[in-house]
C-alpha cells in the first residue's frame, strides 16, 4: 500500500469516526468534537515544529496557550472605564517602570565592564531594584482598579476590537516569550530546557491566576465577543426557521449546527494556512538545515551553522503558533478560566498527539491531534457503554458494578495508554512518519 493511499485511509477512518458520533450521539457533539480536534491539530503542529524540526522538548506548552487566551480578553473585551479611570494610567506606568528595568539589566549584564559573575550580580540588582520600584508604583493602582464593581469587572477590561485579531496578537505575545525565554533556556542541555519551560509555564499561569486587574484572575472573564452569530439571533431568522421546517430539525439545534460549523470554517482555514506554511518551511533549505542539527549538532556546529541562534528562531515560530490556537480556543469557548490551563496534563496531551501523529510529518500532527482528541471526549461514552455491557449480569445494586460505572470517567486516561502502547507497538515512528530525506 502506498503511502499516500494509506493516509488517505487514516484520515477517511477518522472523518468515519466523527460521522459515527454525529448518528450515534447528535451533529451537535461531532461538530464540538471537530473544533477542538482543530484547535488540537494546530496546536500539535506547534509543538511538532519545535520538536519535529528541532528536537527541542518543550514542556511549557500550556504557558503559551494561556498568553493566547489573555491576548483573547486583551483584544476583544470592552474596556471597562471606571477602572481605567482610578488606576489605568498609573497600572500602565508600573508595567513601563518593570520593562525599563528588565532592560536596564540587559544593559548592565552586556555592557558593564567586569566578570561574569560581576555583571551577573549587577544585573540581578537592576532587576530587583526595578521590580521593587514597579511594585511601589502599580499596588496602589491594582487595589484601586480590582476594588471597581469586582463581581461584574475588577479589571481594566480590553480594546473591544474584532476577537479574530486576537489570533494574530495571541501568537505574537507566545512568540515574544519564547524568545525571552529561549535567550536564557536554550543554551541549557535538552532535559534542563524541559524542566525550565515547565517552570515558566507555571509560572505564568500563576501571574494570570493572581493578577486580576488584567484577567480577572480565578474569577473568569465571561462573554467574551464571538466572530461568528449569536444561536437566539440565528433563531429569529426567517431562513433558518424555514431550513429547520425542511429538514425537519429543531431550530435550537440547527442554530448551535450552524454555528458549529461557522467556527469549523473559521478553525479550517486557519489549520490550512498553517499548514501551508509549515511544509514550505519544511521541503526549503532552512527546514533542510533545522533537521541537520536536530540530527546532529555537533556536525552542524562543525559546519559553521549557529545552532543556539537556529534553536531559537524555531522556538520562537513554534510558541507562535500555540498561542494562535490557544487564543482560537478561548475564542470557542467565550471565555477565558486560567485555572483550566493545567501544564502537566494538557501538555502530555499535546506531546501525545504528536508521537501518535508521527514526529516530523505536519500532516501525522494533525491527524495526530484529532486521534488523541477524539478518543480523550469519547473515552467516557465509551468506557461507560462497555462497562454497563460487561456488568449486564450483576444485580442492579451491587456494589462493584456501581463503582465501576461511577468511574467510567477514569477510563480516558487508560485510552490514552492503551492508544500510545498500540501506536508505539505497531507503528514505532507515527501513523504518519516523517519521511526519509
Known sequence: MSMNLRNVLLFAAMGALLVAVGVIQSANVALAILNLCLISAIMTLGVNIQWGYAGLFNAGVMGFAALGGLAAVVVSFPAVPQAWAVGGPRAMLGLATGVCAIALAIVAWKRMPGSRRLRGWAAAGVALAGIAVMRLVIDPAVEAIEAVEPAKTGFLGGLGLPIVLSWVVGGALAALAAWAIGKIA??????????????????????????????RGVKNVNGLPRPVPYEIDLQQTLWVQDLAARLDFNVIELSSIIVKLCYAGLFVVALAVIFWLSERALKSPWGRMMRAIRDNETAASAMGKDVTWRHLQVFVLGSAVIGLAGAMLTTLDGIFTPTSYQPLRFTFLIWVMVIVGGSGNNLGS????????????????????????????????????????????????????????????????????????
Open 186 to 215: 536554550l543554551g541549557l542541555r535538552s532535559d534542563y530546557l524541559a524542566i525550565a519551560t515547565l517552570g515558566i509555564s507555571e509560572i505564568i499561569i500563576y501571574f494570570l491566576k493572581n493578577e486580576e486587574w488584567m484577567a
Open 366 to 437: 494533525i491527524l495526530g491531534g484529532f486521534v488523541i482528541w477524539f478518543f480523550w471526549i469519547e473515552a467516557e461514552p465509551i468506557g461507560l457503554t462497555l462497562i454497563e455491557f460487561l456488568t449486564s449480569g450483576m444485580a442492579q445494586d451491587s456494589a462493584l458494578r456501581l463503582h465501576l460505572i461511577e468511574n467510567a470517567a477514569h477510563t480516558r486516561l487508560a485510552t490514552m495508554g492503551v492508544v500510545l502502547l498500540l501506536v508505539l507497538r505497531f507503528s514505532p515512528r507515527g501513523l504518519i512518519p516523517e519521511r526519509e530525506k
